[in-house]
């Protein structure tokens, strides 16, 4: 890791019609200091982020819309009840209610990089090799459409370097970060993850270690090439298994 001193951002965030923004995914990528979209499921739409450094004179300017999800929420319930035009209706409010809408945030990184979760929300994120990233995506897309039409939550999707970690989720390779979400108050937020997940796993993904996933002890070492070696290490430094608990047991193989 390399600290950075305090430094000022800013950050433009503007709607995109997916299809667009993947077809020149790459240049956005290269010309910006940070990239990440916001695919909205069950639309043909999506939040596109770019943090950039602000220009000179650019004055700080920092605005939160703690009500902008529930909003979206309320949209997409009120165009369920329209049978056979719900997803005309839903694009076509999407379109009306975003049109030509641009949020700027400008101020130190802190504050800029720093968004307010007033939602609770479950997650599941993989990370997929680089090169994989749009084509997992437009089959999550594709997948959510066919077999989770209720789902409006907005993915997150992203790019991070190659480190060499024993077992990060970009260990040795560049890696396209991509996360799924669920209310938390919603009792079914498993069934919808336990449909995405074989999408990830046939892209070659690395689950987040704090999030929900199946993976287990013979899964990761087909994805780590460390794997053996980072177990090793965690056994000499525990050999009583105090820090294991039942799923990390499974994990690891210690169960």
Request: with cysteine.
């Amino acid at each position: 890791f390399q600290n950075r001193e305090k430094h000022r951002l800013h950050q433009v965030t503007t709607v995109g019609k997916l299809d667009e923004v993947l077809e020149d995914i790459h240049r956005l990528a290269a010309d910006n200091e940070q990239f990440e979209l916001f695919p909205v499921p069950n639309s043909h739409y999506t939040l596109v982020v770019i943090t950039n450094p602000p220009r000179p004179g650019e004055i700080d300017h920092i605005e939160d819309d703690p009500r902008a999800l529930y909003d979206l929420k309320a949209l997409f319930d009120y165009t369920r009840l329209v049978p056979g035009i719900n997803d005309w209706l839903y694009n076509s409010g999407i379109a009306l209610a975003l049109a030509d809408t641009v949020e700027h945030r400008i101020g130190p990184n802190y504050q800029v990089l720093a968004h307010p979760r007033t939602v609770p929300f479950i997650e599941m994120e993989y990370t997929v090799p680089a090169a994989q990233g749009v084509a997992c995506l437009r089959e999550i897309m594709a997948t959510i459409k066919a077999q989770a039409p209720h789902i409006m939550f907005p993915l997150e999707y992203r790019y991070i370097k190659a480190d060499d970690s024993l077992i990060g989720m970009f260990s040795e390779q560049d890696g396209c970060a991509i996360s799924v979400h669920q209310f938390a108050d919603n009792p079914n937020w498993l069934d919808y993850f336990k449909i995405l997940e074989p999408v990830f796993i046939r892209h070659g993904g690395r689950p987040h270690w704090g999030k929900w996933h199946s993976r287990t002890d013979r899964d990761f070492a087909g994805l780590y090439p460390h794997w053996d070696a980072f177990k090793a290490i965690r056994r000499e430094l525990d050999p009583n298994g105090r820090m294991l608990n039942p799923h990390l047991a499974t994990v690891f193989g210690e169960a």
